[in-house]
């Protein structure tokens, strides 16, 4: 059975930092798209930054260069460091996975991903 965790969510004030953590369990394919999400309150969810199993990475034009999203394999766990963020950017994260690769042309459509974590809560204030 594949679970997803995030942890490291919690209240920064704006220009600061926060790193989330994503525990993965039961997902053992070698080909593999994992994914971070957002859901600011009251808006739809977007994905943020996503990495497939070689390490190939793609992020939203809008965290690009502050956002990084990495893996280590030996802990199965997902990461998400995010620097100088805004009160725009407070909500929901949640980590989500597919098996297969990354689909780059069309890797922010969250129907495609079958596993999901419960989410960590971010709230940057001004």
């Known amino acids: 059975q594949v679970q997803l965790m995030e942890s490291g969510g919690g209240s920064v004030q704006a220009g600061g930092s926060l790193r989330l953590s994503c525990s993965v369990s039961?997902?053992?394919?070698?080909?593999?798209?994992m994914v971070w999400f957002r859901q600011p309150p009251g808006k739809k969810r977007e994905g943020v930054a996503a990495?497939?199993?070689?390490?190939?990475?793609n992020y939203l034009d809008a965290v690009s260069g502050r956002f990084i999203i990495s893996q280590d394999h030996a802990k199965n766990t997902l990461y998400l460091q995010m620097n100088r963020l805004t009160p725009e950017e407070s909500g929901m994260y949640f980590c989500?996975?597919?098996?297969?690769?990354?689909?780059?042309?069309?890797?922010?459509?969250?129907?495609?991903?079958?596993?999901w974590g419960q989410g960590t809560p971010v709230t940057v204030s001004s």
């Open positions: 039961g997902f053992t394919y070698s080909s593999y798209c």
């Open positions: 990495i497939d199993n070689d390490g190939r990475t």
């Open positions: 989500a996975g597919e098996r297969g690769g990354c689909p780059w042309t069309t890797v922010w459509l969250e129907y495609q991903y079958n596993y």
